[in-house]
DNA sequence: TCACGCTATTAGGTCGACCA
DNA sequence: TGGTCGACCTAATAGCGTGA
């Protein structure tokens, strides 16, 4: 059945094709006999035009659209069935006025610039992804995939940064940005860019200057036709979402969502790099992420303490709230060899080392003597043999696990003394020799602050 | 030319003084 | 007592100079 009408269609296009042929000869003739050269070449444009299109109409996979024979052939993309509804009451308007071609088109990111932007860098979408461009239909929303449109030529600008939508062709090109004076072009890369069967992708752009002096402080960038290919038909121009343009320097400073365990303390929110918080972490022994978290599970009224009236309690809470979206995956081993003083390790799933606990003191992994650094290793080994040991340190301060640890092991057992004078934990990240004890002009998270002194962090013997 | 350091400026927030 | 204003502090940003 289907084959049938699939035949059918062929033979009524062939049909067409072999009428149209015959028509456009005919009409050629008669051009050449009455019009001058400039005006049969113009004519042949359309000729052209019109066989393309046909051309088009003939691709067995266009065989099914409902767009047969229209001048533009738009690839739906759509499953929304009031869209598609709609897209085809679109299409049958755009039947409708075929014949003088005014029909609307609009150019389309179709990509999210990746903010922040610096200069001297490539531009680039989200997640490094190449930027990338389409030319749609306005009222359908379908990309224009075939028909000289789908072919044409674009330039890329720079826009000021002030809002606003649907901006007519005057105010867009009003809108474009130039460069300072005495600066060198603002925008410089590939500037041009063509389409191929309506979509495209930006080349290699790269900011020169920031966009600080700009009155909005922001750019866009822009994207409008590079030449006048279609009289008659009106594209409208594209323009990203406003994005500041910071300056390179600025990239030095970068904060990062979320930070890794390795990064740097100040790439934490409100902790600027060499300010005096970023000074007071490293005093403390707090050089990386990983380093500000531990201490936060740990003692986080002691870090608190540490940065001081450096920082205010609103500032604290989005600093931590910060370094909280950073992912440890780290595991918590404790075990009491004599029963009163407590050792364990926190450690990665990957078997990295973040910090050994001997007698009940936290001992940061990268400031491990070699001694010590195999010591770690052998508690490490010793709990991934007692996988039913290691509990998840995520997110949870170590007060909380140890609550967990004794409502599990111990429900009602309370060790005389200990409720209210647990055993304490110290935190020690600052650097620390093997032997040497702590001195008086240790950095302050050296100096041994308990648990019970600051959060009630308790550590209770293994029975 | 580029990377880096120093410094000035700006933005945003807190805190205390003042006044109704 | 509550609202407003200004001083002050810190982080973030950008301009400029310098040296490799």
Redesign the pocket.
Same mark, same amino acid.
């Given at each position: 059945m289907m084959k049938q009408m699939q035949l059918m269609m062929e033979n009524l296009l062939r049909e067409l094709w072999n009428g149209v042929l015959g028509r456009v000869a005919s009409h050629l003739a008669e051009i050449c006999q009455r019009n001058s050269v400039e005006a049969v070449v113009k004519r042949l444009d359309s000729v052209e035009n019109a066989f393309q299109e046909l051309k088009d109409a003939f691709k067995p996979a266009n065989f099914h659209s409902p767009q047969l024979g229209r001048g533009i052939m738009v690839q739906p993309n759509t499953t929304n069935p009031q869209q598609a509804a709609r897209a085809q009451e679109c299409r049958a308007n755009a039947r409708s006025t075929e014949n003088n071609h005014a029909i609307n088109l609009q150019l389309q990111f179709r990509t999210k610039l990746s903010i922040?932007i610096f200069t001297?860098r490539k531009l680039q979408g989200e997640n490094g992804a190449p930027i990338s461009i389409a030319l749609i239909g306005v009222e359908t929303g379908d990309v224009v995939t075939s028909g000289p449109e789908s072919s044409i030529k674009l330039e890329v600008v720079v826009l000021e940064g002030e809002d606003g939508d649907n901006w007519p062709q005057e105010e867009f090109e009003k809108h474009m940005v130039k460069e300072r004076a005495g600066k060198g072009q603002l925008l410089i890369g590939n500037c041009l860019v063509t389409l191929k069967e309506g979509v495209g992708e930006l080349g290699e752009l790269i900011f020169t200057?920031? $966009? /600080?002096?700009n009155k909005s402080?922001r750019f866009r960038i822009g994207l409008k036709v590079a030449e006048d290919y279609c009289r008659n038909t009106r594209i409208r121009e594209a323009k990203t979402e406003a994005f500041?343009?910071?300056?390179?320097?600025?990239a030095?400073?970068?904060?990062h969502y979320p930070p890794s365990c390795d990064d740097e303390v100040?790439r934490l929110?409100?902790?600027?790099?060499d300010?005096?918080?970023?000074e007071k972490l490293k005093t403390a022994g707090i050089h990386k992420v990983k380093d500000f978290l531990l201490q936060q599970r740990m003692d986080s009224k002691n870090l608190r303490e540490i940065l001081g $009236? /450096?920082?205010?309690?609103?500032?604290w809470d989005i600093l931590v709230r910060h370094a909280k979206t950073c992912q440890t995956n780290w595991k918590l081993y404790l075990c009491c060899s004599d029963g009163m003083r407590m050792h364990g390790a926190i450690f990665t799933t990957e078997r990295q080392l973040i910090s050994l606990i001997e007698d009940g003191v936290h001992l940061a992994a990268h400031q491990l003597c070699a001694r010590k650094k195999e010591d770690g290793d052998k508690v490490m080994e010793e709990a991934f043999r007692n996988p039913n040991d290691v509990r998840e340190f995520n997110g949870e301060t170590f007060s909380d696990i140890m609550q967990k640890i004794c409502s599990s092991r111990f429900p009602s057992q309370v060790f005389e003394g200990q409720s209210e004078n647990p055993i304490p934990v110290q935190c020690n990240l600052a650097p620390r020799t093997c032997d040497a004890p702590v001195g008086p002009e240790a950095p302050q998270a050296n100096v041994g602050s308990t648990a019970e002194e600051h959060n009630g962090a308790t550590a209770l013997p293994s029975p």
């Open positions: 922040p001297g200057d920031n $966009s /600080s002096w402080k500041r343009v910071k300056d390179y320097r600025g030095a400073y970068e904060k100040y929110d409100r902790i600027a790099k300010g005096k918080s970023h $009236s /450096s920082i205010t309690s609103k500032n």
